[in-house]
């Protein structure tokens, strides 16, 4: 008669399973990086893609925080916009205004400081955490920091390079050793004089719910990048400013030498 005691109890496991899908709450999240040198490409107009505001530093030659995402994984779907009336405040984020600027700016044109991105951020995924604003964002930056894709990459000789390509077996294994199986790369593929290419533009990296540790993904997704990879370069005259004043003032070559 040992089953009919062991009834109750898987009555209500089933009830406390699917109590908590009804909920979709989240219990995981992915930290999705940018690969600037990609995002920044300049249009077929040769305009540049990417702005930054000329009254901040620009952000770091590196991989750059696009958002972090929270999900479900008893449904492997985004869990978004949790509070219709939701309210993002920055000074909580005074002491990270600095790594902000330098790791989640934004880029898009024209040049805005970063917080309509990081309020969009917080707002549709950060609000859905337990997490307090400070630990949302402080933690995503921690991870970037921590996960340190560049540097994984770069020891595996794989950097960013206008002529050469990679194999994505090879940035996969460099990932894989660096942080396990926690990472998807993504590739968009280009238009116009890079057409047909594959071009690494994210590094996607799961993250436990509270945002303290990189964690093996719940789904294994395959990357939609083709065998070959290109890394572009990424280059501060992308971001549709000089970095330094005296950059305005370089002296063109005089008519005569134009002439000879
Ligand atoms: C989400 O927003 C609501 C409404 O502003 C607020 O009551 C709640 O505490 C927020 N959640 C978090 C995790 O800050």
């Known amino acids: 008669m040992a089953g009919s005691k062991a009834l109750p109890t898987f009555c209500f496991l089933l009830c406390a399973a699917s109590c908590a899908l009804a909920a979709a709450s989240y219990d995981y999240m992915i930290l999705s990086l940018i690969w600037p040198g990609t995002r920044c490409q300049p249009g077929w107009n040769g305009k540049p893609t990417c702005c930054v505001d000329p009254l901040i530093d620009n952000p770091e030659l590196d991989f750059l925080v696009e958002t972090m995402e929270t999900y479900d994984s008893a449904t492997g779907k985004l869990v978004a916009k949790c509070e219709p009336s939701c309210r993002f405040l920055i000074n909580p984020l005074a002491d990270l205004m600095d790594d ?119 789904f294994s997704r395959k990357s939609n990048c083709g065998r070959k990879v290109k890394f572009y370069p990424f280059t501060e005259n992308m971001l549709g400013r000089p970095r330094h004043p005296a950059a305005d003032h370089i002296e063109l070559p005089s008519d005569k030498a134009m002439a000879q």
């Open 100 to 218: 902000l600027y330098a790791y989640w700016p934004s880029l898009s044109c024209p040049a805005q400081n970063g917080k309509q991105v990081w309020k969009d951020a917080w707002c549709t995924y950060g609000n859905c955490t337990s997490l307090s604003e400070v630990n949302y964002f402080g933690r995503a930056l921690q991870l970037r920091a921590r996960a340190d894709v560049l540097h994984a990459l770069g020891s595996k000789a794989i950097i960013p390079s206008e002529t050469k390509s990679y194999s994505l077996d090879d940035i996969e294994d460099a990932l894989v050793s660096k942080i396990g199986f926690s990472a998807v790369v993504e590739c968009t593929t280009e238009m116009g004089v890079l057409s047909g290419k594959y071009l690494l533009s994210r590094i996607r990296i799961c993250v436990s719910a509270d945002g303290k540790s990189l964690i093996t993904c719940p």
